[in-house]
């Protein structure tokens, strides 16, 4: 950039005015020089408002970084007056950088403690940058622990200036740990969805395979217990007809030792229990069809206490022999429109579960009983043991498939995943409350006939 030449004053036309031993060369050279220093003002102003303007762009990246932080900064002096900080610790505190600047940094803390803290923390710092948590107080006076790191300001002597604090709240790193877990959790729960589907849909074709084996021999066999029974009849009426006759005594001793009396009065009770075993099969084959296969399901009318003590009955057959089941059937006839088989399903399920809770613990049982809900729009079935319950984190899981907290080999977790499906199919509702130590009550709401 050249610079402006400035006027030259005109040389004195009279030789009588110039000073003595100056001549006109010498003016020259004055007015030469007066130039050369002219230009070098120039051009140093012209290097300070490009240096200026350097300044000016590092100090606007240097505001634009302390805003974009979200982390607190504060720059103290050596007395530990604040000198400069950032919008996230104003935001913070709730207090204007112009109010902040000159005020102590211990100001900040929420105690002398924590003051303590700060005076340890500078210390340490002076070897290394080290870090601590201290206490702050937000805008609201609450305490926010922040953590920081300090390290020493120094000049480009190496003479100390100062101390810089950069901290983040630990809410944040806690909230963003917690969504780091959420996610984490998420993404197993995926991962075993996607197993348990796999596994599902294996054991759907299984099931599927088995209940059409087992479908033709129960058939056989419901169909001959019906035969069985119109032959029990005959024969009881033919033996009473032959009993009404005097007998040889070898007849009647005959009678007497192979206890033809008793049998003939067990025969119906025996082909009764039979057809029903054969009967729940049935429903068993046909339930695990369903399963693999969703298909049109016939619905009648059920009753709810005819269900509970089948139930009752079956499970104390069973695994249960000795379980305290205390039941009292309702007044009427409680009922609902459904399928008997996936009802006492259900029920058995709800059932061994409990007697499996309480196994090794004396004293222990489970009350059922079934009473009216919704204003009696619905039945309600509580199943309520007094066993060890369930732990808080597996009751939001209980009825998630394959889910159990039962040995190996003791339970395969569809249990409830099917009960609570077979609930579900039915307009109704499965839940389960529990307080570890006094046991757990399951209820199934079912919604009465309209």
Known sequence: MSPTPRPRPDLPADSAARPEGLDESAWVDVIHKMDEVYSQLIADEVALEEKNAALEQSQQFIFGLLASMSDVLVACNRAGEIEETNPALCALVGRSDDALRGTPVATLLADDGERRRMDEL??????????????????????????FNCSERLDAAGRLLGHVFVGRPMGELKRAYHELRQTHEALKQTQQQLLHSEKMASLGRLVAGVAHELNNPISFVLGNMAALRRYAERLQQYLDTVHAQPQPAAVQAARER?????????????????????????????????????????????????????????????????????????????????????????????????????????????QITIAPAHDGRAWAIAFADDGPGIAPEHLSRIFDPFFTTKAVGKGTGLGLSISYGIVERHGGTLSATSTPGTGACFVVTLPQPV
């Not at 710092?125 to 609201?140: C, I, V, W």
């Not at 009802?343 to 004293?363: H, R």
């Open 122 to 147: 500078v210390a340490q710092s002076r070897r290394a940058p080290a870090s601590a948590e201290l206490q702050l107080l937000d805008a609201a006076g609450q305490r926010v622990p922040v953590d």
């Open 258 to 366: 192979l206890r033809i009396e008793p049998l003939l009065a067990d025969l119906p009770s025996l082909i009764d229990g039979m057809a029903e075993g054969a009967q729940r099969t049935a429903d068993i084959v046909a339930g695990l069809r369903r399963f693999s296969v969703v298909d049109r399901e016939e619905r009648t009318r059920v009753g709810l206490a005819g269900v509970v003590e089948r139930a009752i009955h079956w499970v104390r057959k069973g695994t249960a022999p000795d379980f305290d089941v205390r039941f009292t059937p309702p007044p009427g006839d409680p009922a609902v429109l459904g399928s008997p088989g996936q009802l006492l399903q259900v029920a058995m399920n709800l059932i061994q579960n409990a007697a499996d809770a309480c196994a090794g613990l004396p004293g222990r049982h489970l």
